[in-house]
């Protein structure tokens, strides 16, 4: 059973930086697509950044130049690295995985399994 386990959040100050951190137990790590989303209260989620399997990454508007997406394949982990952080920055932070059920779905390319992480909350207050 895939599991993704997020770390890192907490009370900031505007300007602050933070380090989410996400650990995958059971995928196929290297073969996903891994990415951060956000909610803040009364709005709907959103892709704050993406980085797919060759090291490629995307990321939301707000957040270019201010946060980072990265990955450890070897420690099957995926951080967000949070600097100039904004009040308007607050929210649920979540990790997601797209990637291959099995290693047959690896061999095929299929990503056919999507999983989220329990969220870790991110507050940017003074």
């Known amino acids: 059973q895939v599991q993704l386990v997020e770390s890192g959040g907490g009370l900031v100050q505007p300007g602050g930086s933070l380090r989410l951190s996400c650990a995958a137990s059971?995928?196929?790590?290297?073969?996903?697509?891994m990415a951060w989303y956000r909610q803040a209260p009364g709005k709907q989620r959103e892709l704050v950044a993406r980085i797919i399997i060759g090291g490629t990454t995307n990321y939301a508007d707000s957040v270019k130049g201010r946060f980072t997406i990265s990955r450890d394949n070897a420690k099957n982990t995926v951080y967000l690295q949070m600097n100039s952080l904004r009040p308007e920055d607050t929210a649920v932070y979540y990790c997601n995985s797209k990637g291959p059920k099995t290693l047959r779905a690896a061999v095929d390319g299929k990503l056919d399994l999507e999983v989220w992480g329990q969220g870790t909350l991110v507050t940017v207050s003074s």
């Open positions: 059971g995928s196929i790590f290297s073969r996903s697509i």
